[in-house]
């Protein structure tokens, strides 16, 4: 059973678009990691429903001066590695699959970025809500980097069927990179061209791409249901989205609660001064973020940890050591992209099912009493632990209850990860093969 | 078994998560302590700002009438905003008393759009620091004259901060100049435009009434009743109810119209909560009820 399983993820893990975005989401790491950590500094230090900010009164202590210093830094960082993901992930996309079949690869991710850029020019100009800068179209957030590859691989696909072959050398000089540029001049062409058509489309059709708007709905029916299997059966396409890559639905529910269920809950809890027999027991949004993904927790903090205490892969390791700190925080993007757990196969089901239990085993909890339901507003930057604990204003046995959900999580992901191993194993062994191949010839 | 270096990491992670928990737990605790009281308290002020050049002893004899009026006594508190931000009390809320009147004045309360951005700043620091004191969930706010623009730059501005927790009910503006001394409405003032720019931050459950008076036909002696009635570019398909009233007779000019009759009528009957008079009502219908039963 576990020796088809490796095999089906290693045959998936050898299709051309999964290759280049591997190689894709492993390059852009650096860039996470620093997003990540600069938007846990944002959201715990430098909101004012931030943890930190809020614990240390820093809307006392801290002068105007720092706080908008602060808060323009992080922004800014955020703004530059998250806010123009797309830009990066269409280069190096397009690079990779154009690499795969020894095509000018620069050629390639410099025709991806001008593709890219000009979807997200169409996707603002038809969009009249949003700043009208390409930059600030969601094209290019690290929240639909989904989007970002498909692009980059069609690129990369184009260059591969129309660019010529190409070798690199270790010196090159003008006349040789000239004839470069020229070469790639039909793949360029070809790129542009369609990637007009697509724009074209875009603005003309006013495809609303990927903002949260065109997600509202979805993520409105969670919130706004208290029927335990249509919340359920709504977290398996959100999950499948933010594998995907498509992170837009899981963060407005993460972060946008206000709803009016909600706030019956919390006027009934305020009143009687408990949230055990709250009018809605059940919500989307108080389930997901709390026990489905305990803020990335129950998946991207599980995965980390059996990493670090396993060994068994040392770039990995290093990988997980340095998201530690803003995965525990809830900052999980770093680690997702550097793993990847984003459009990794081997993932895909249990970012899946690792929520569902969670959530069907939160909702028996609930239903028999044993835990109260989470209400209770929490602080930006919470550790994904104790959001739970927190949301039902300290009751003990809900942080019992949520620590006892992470060790099944962790549990669960070990054989995964034992699978991946092996898979990675296969993959090496086989790259030796290539390379020794390749010296052959 | 060789040592694992990892353990140290997650240690010290896990030391990190439990020293933010810890202050976090108290923090939670106290923050939803409070939610609790306020969702729970019954006090809905009436905060009212007076004009320029006037101070918070402008309306005592508004209170008074109004205190006259009905049966349970308003209590008053007075609340003076230095020029630096430094607050000072006169007066108490009575301990049962749940629709006290509390007056917010100003050192610096000279005319101008300057000074009513600068005093709706001051208004904030009081209304932030009566907000903590008295955990009111809901209040009803009234200004005479540039009171009126105080509040009006306050809710475009400052509200947001509080929404979440204190609902302001009722706004109820009186001879306020909305577009300052100008009775052609196609000149707006820069302070007008900026208010119909930011409308979109009113909140949508919010009733006005805006009084004007009448001392002749076009004006209240001072502010033009094309400028009172300006306010309705900012209000009207905005707020959920938007009324403008015109008061006239003896008393219909700009200074005496907080002493007007029909003004402290128009107060008694939409600012403040309903009291006595439909007590009774409520009763005689008990009681007209009851006589139906009988006759059956």
């Known amino acids: 059973m576990i020796d088809s399983v490796t095999k089906f993820i290693l045959w998936v893990r050898q299709r051309s678009f999964f290759r280049a975005v591997q190689r894709t989401l492993v390059m852009l790491m650096p860039i996470a990691v620093l997003g990540s950590y600069f938007s846990l500094l944002h959201d715990s230090v430098f909101t004012p429903d931030g943890i930190?900010?809020?614990?240390?009164n820093l809307d006392a202590i801290m002068s105007d001066h720092v706080w908008y210093g602060g808060a323009f830094v992080c922004q800014g960082m955020v703004q530059v590695t998250f806010g123009v993901f797309g830009v990066y992930a269409a280069y190096f996309a397009a690079r990779y699959t154009a690499r795969l079949y020894r095509k000018d690869s620069t050629m390639a991710g410099m025709t991806a970025v001008i593709a890219i850029l000009f979807c997200a020019y169409a996707n603002t100009v038809g969009n009249v809500s949003e700043q009208q800068s390409p930059f600030s179209s969601s094209l290019l957030r690290v929240n639909g980097v989904f989007i970002a590859l498909l692009i980059g691989y069609g690129v990369g696909q184009v260059f591969h069927w129309l660019g010529s072959n190409y070798t690199p050398v270790k010196y090159e000089h003008a006349q040789r990179i000239q004839r470069r540029s020229w070469n790639a001049l039909i793949p360029i062409?070809?790129?542009?061209?369609?990637?007009?058509?697509?724009?074209?489309?875009?603005?003309?059709?006013?495809?609303?791409m990927l903002n949260s708007g065109s997600f509202k709905l979805l993520v409105r029916r969670i919130q706004g249901t208290n029927n335990l299997g249509e919340v359920l059966l709504l977290s398996v396409v959100v999950m499948f989205l933010s594998w995907l890559g498509i992170g837009y639905p899981l963060n407005s529910l993460s972060t946008s609660i206000n709803s009016g269920y909600t706030a019956d809950n919390l006027t009934y809890a305020l009143q009687r001064g408990n949230s055990w027999n709250v009018p809605y027991k059940f919500l989307g949004s108080s389930l997901i973020n709390t026990y489905g993904t305990m803020?990335?927790?129950?998946?991207?903090?599980?995965?980390?940890?059996?990493?670090?205490?396993?060994?068994?892969?040392?770039?990995?390791?290093?990988?997980?050591?340095?998201?530690?700190?803003?995965?525990?925080?809830?900052?999980?993007?770093g680690f997702a992209v550097g793993m990847p757990i984003i459009l990794n196969p081997l993932f895909m089901l249990p970012m899946i099912i690792i929520p569902l239990i969670n959530m069907t085993l939160a909702a028996g909890a609930i239903a028999v009493h044993f835990i109260p339901v989470c209400v209770y507003p929490v602080l930006k930057g919470t550790p994904g632990i104790l959001i739970a604990f927190f949301g039902t204003n300290g009751n003990w046995t809900t942080l019992l209850f949520s620590l006892l959900l992470f060790v099944i999580d962790v549990l669960i992901l070990i054989p995964i990860i034992r699978i991946g191993e092996k898979v990675e194993l296969n993959l090496e062994k086989e790259n030796r093969r290539n390379d020794l191949n390749a010296q052959k010839s | 078994m060789h040592k694992n270096h990892n353990f140290k990491w997650l240690i010290l992670v896990l030391l990190l998560v439990v020293a933010l928990a810890i202050p976090g737990y108290f923090w939670m605790k106290k923050s939803n302590h409070a939610k609790a009281e306020r969702q729970k308290s019954l006090m809905s002020p009436v905060i009212m700002v007076p004009g320029s050049s006037a101070t918070t002893e402008r309306f005592n004899q508004l209170i008074d009438e109004l205190n006259q009026a009905t049966l349970n006594k308003h209590s008053v508190l007075k609340v003076n905003v230095s020029s630096t931000g430094k607050l000072s009390y006169k007066g108490t809320i009575a301990k049962n008393d749940l629709e006290p009147f509390i007056i917010v004045g100003f050192e610096n309360n000279k005319d101008g759009y300057s000074n009513i951005k600068k005093q709706a700043g001051w208004l904030d620091k009081a209304f932030d620091s009566l907000a903590h004191n008295y955990k009111f969930n809901n209040f009803k706010a009234f200004g005479h004259s540039n009171g009126g623009l105080i509040w009006t730059y306050w809710l475009e501005h400052y509200y947001a901060d509080y929404s979440n927790?204190?609902?302001?009910?009722?706004?109820?503006?009186?001879?306020?100049?909305?577009?300052f001394n100008e009775k052609n409405i196609n000149n707006k003032t820069q302070m007008l435009e900026t208010f119909i720019k930011n409308k979109k931050k009113i909140p949508k459950n919010l009733i006005v009434y805006s009084l004007s008076g009448g001392k002749n036909y076009e004006s209240d002696g001072i502010v033009p009743e094309s400028s009172v009635a300006a306010a309705k570019y900012i209000f009207q398909n905005r707020v959920k109810n938007y009324t403008a009233m015109t008061v006239t007779g003896s008393k219909a000019d700009h200074s005496d119209l907080p002493q007007n009759r029909q003004v402290i009528q128009v107060i008694q009957q939409y600012l403040l909560k309903p009291g006595n008079k439909q007590e009774k009502q409520l009763g005689q219908n008990k009681r007209k009820n009851r006589r139906k039963n009988i006759n059956k």
């Open chain 2, 165 to 179: 927790e204190i609902t302001m009910k009722r706004l109820m503006t009186l001879g306020t100049p909305y577009n």
């Open chain 1, 189 to 208: 062409s070809v790129s542009v061209g369609i990637s007009i058509i697509l724009g074209v489309l875009i603005y003309e059709l006013q495809i609303k």
């Open chain 1, 295 to 333: 803020g990335g927790a129950s998946i991207v903090l599980a995965v980390i940890v059996i990493v670090l205490l396993r060994k068994e892969h040392k770039e990995i390791e290093s990988i997980a050591q340095i998201n530690l700190l803003p995965v525990a925080f809830t900052s999980v993007l």
């Open chain 1, 52 to 56: 930190i900010y809020n614990i240390f």
